[in-house]
């Protein structure tokens, strides 16, 4: 199928580390995408991955891919409220020309002081 | 850098009128993309265009919309006659050529059609 698949709630308290998880179906798939999106505005790119990584950090972001379980996830240390937001997964497969990406529905992330 | 910019930002608009969303790319990127969000089906993509040249629009809901990209610092998505279920947030995205370079959002245009 198509899917990419994100849990849709995440809660979690203030100066914890949050995982936000992701799993696709497609083993095409060669860039993996975190985007984040706050009320009222558009989606802000975080970070991406290239399928032949395994894990990428920048800063308090860390990705892990697991391409052998297809799954990938984004760990956020020390999160403040601040990185409350809905955080979306995306993938895109194959190489050439074809720009679309599959989206997964977001997961709402809720810091608590 | 400016980023991606999308007007209006709001757009309030009776059913059977016209509605033009337009978005200015960040400079030097070579494809622009529409995208609709909604609650209940997420992002969906609309339309995308490689230099000026419209790719695939496999994604437009029917003829109602329409999609133009007249050179490389200007696109437009209308709707022509707009329907209470095209309310959505319209989200218009550029990027570089290279692959697996990202996209760039821009804020989006809240439609509602009443």
């Known amino acids: 199928g198509e899917d990419v698949e994100q849990s849709l709630f995440l809660s979690v308290r203030e100066g914890d580390s949050s995982v936000i998880n992701c799993t696709y179906t497609?083993?095409?798939?060669?860039?993996l995408y975190w985007y984040k999106q706050e009320p009222g505005a558009g989606l802000q790119l975080l970070t991406y991955?290239?399928?032949n990584m395994d894990m990428k950090q920048d800063q308090r972001l860390t990705v892990l891919l697991n391409k052998k379980d297809k799954h990938l996830s984004l760990r956020i240390a020390d999160t403040q409220t601040g990185d409350s937001a809905i955080y979306f997964c995306?993938?895109?497969?194959?190489?050439?020309?074809?720009?679309?990406?599959?989206w997964g529905l977001g997961t709402s992330l809720a810091v608590n002081p | 850098d400016a980023g991606v910019i999308q007007s209006p930002r709001h757009e309030v608009t009776e059913m059977g009128q016209e509605v033009t969303l337009r978005c200015k790319p960040i400079s030097g990127h070579d494809y622009l993309f529409w995208y609709r969000q909604t609650m209940m089906r997420g992002l969906e993509l609309l339309i995308y265009f490689n230099n000026n040249v419209p790719i695939d629009d496999s994604g437009m809901p029917e003829d109602r919309f329409s999609a133009k990209m007249p050179n490389a610092s200007f696109s437009t998505l209308k709707i022509q006659p707009s329907e209470p279920r095209d309310s959505a947030v319209y989200f218009c995205?550029?990027?570089?050529?290279?692959?697996?370079?990202?996209?760039?959002f821009g804020n989006g245009t809240r439609l509602t059609v009443t």
């Open positions: 991955i290239f399928s």
């Open positions: 995205a550029s990027s570089l050529g290279h692959q697996g370079s990202p996209l760039h």
């Open positions: 995306a993938e895109r497969r194959g190489t050439g020309n074809n720009r679309k990406l599959i």
């Open positions: 497609d083993s095409s798939s060669t860039y």
